[in-house]
């Protein structure tokens, strides 16, 4: 909800009665891929390269969705980009990748189309061990989040706790519980893929004049209308978070309005 939360919870010693590790602090750089007219979203799977401070690049799939509340349970595969295969060219061709699951799962949605960037999101992230008995059952990350768009960005902040193999559901639910009744943490039920294109959409495809909106007077009907209204719910949601944390009345204002 505010930078004071996160702070707190980087300094925090327990958490919901399990022990938090030392902090490890690393950045990220997030670049997520996918077609012009976006079969991997289509079919419900999203596709990361994610460059690492320590120069590793790791290619994911990760499905979609499948969120209950602040859970979510998803299959996600990944490899190890080769050195050879880790800059724009070869990131950017899946039939260049090394033969394994990840590969034949996106040629299967793509076919012979090419890869785009889709969104790239820049991450620190602060990383602690969640311990129970002598064993790590989780990983708590608090992440400070960067969507950048047409020259506009966006920031926000997350929280994020994922088992480990010597984890339970039972633990997962109650870290959950405690974030949200004790910290007033509100659930995401979105991944930072879906918010990030959110963001993407609800900019401008072209630069706007100072007396309009930028709208190509050959466009139909229906893409003007999507050019006015996503601009007006980018402009309303950037009101939401003030407006449910209910402090500034101002906020809910602006939001109506």
Known sequence: PDAGVSRRLKRLRRLAGFRLGERKVVRVL???????????????????????DDGQVWLT???????????HRREELEFLLPADESGSRGMFAARGWPEGPVRTRVLQVVGRKRLIRLATIRQ??????????????ALLSLDDVQVRAG?????FAEVEVELTGRGANGGLNRLASCLE???????????????????????PKTVA?????????????????????????????????????????????????
């Open 61 to 71: 799939l990760k499905e979609m969705g499948a969120a209950k509340g602040a859970v």
């Open 124 to 137: 620190r992230r602060t990383i602690r061990p969640i311990a129970q008995d002598g064993h790590t059952v």
């Open 151 to 155: 020259g506009a960005v966006e920031r």
């Open 181 to 203: 009744r004790d910290w007033g943490l509100r659930p995401e039920t979105r991944s930072k893929l879906e918010r990030a294109v959110a963001f993407v959409d609800a900019r």
């Open 30 to 52: 997030d670049t997520y891929l996918d077609t012009q007219d976006r079969l991997l979203l289509a079919a419900g799977v999203a596709c990361r390269v994610r460059r690492q």
């Open 209 to 257: 004049s100072r007396k309009g909106l930028g709208i190509d007077p050959a466009a139909s009907m229906a893409e003007a209308a999507r050019r006015i209204l996503g601009k007006q719910l980018h402009r309303m949601v950037a009101h939401e978070r003030g407006a449910r944390d209910g402090r500034d009345i101002e906020e809910l204002h602006d939001m109506r309005v």
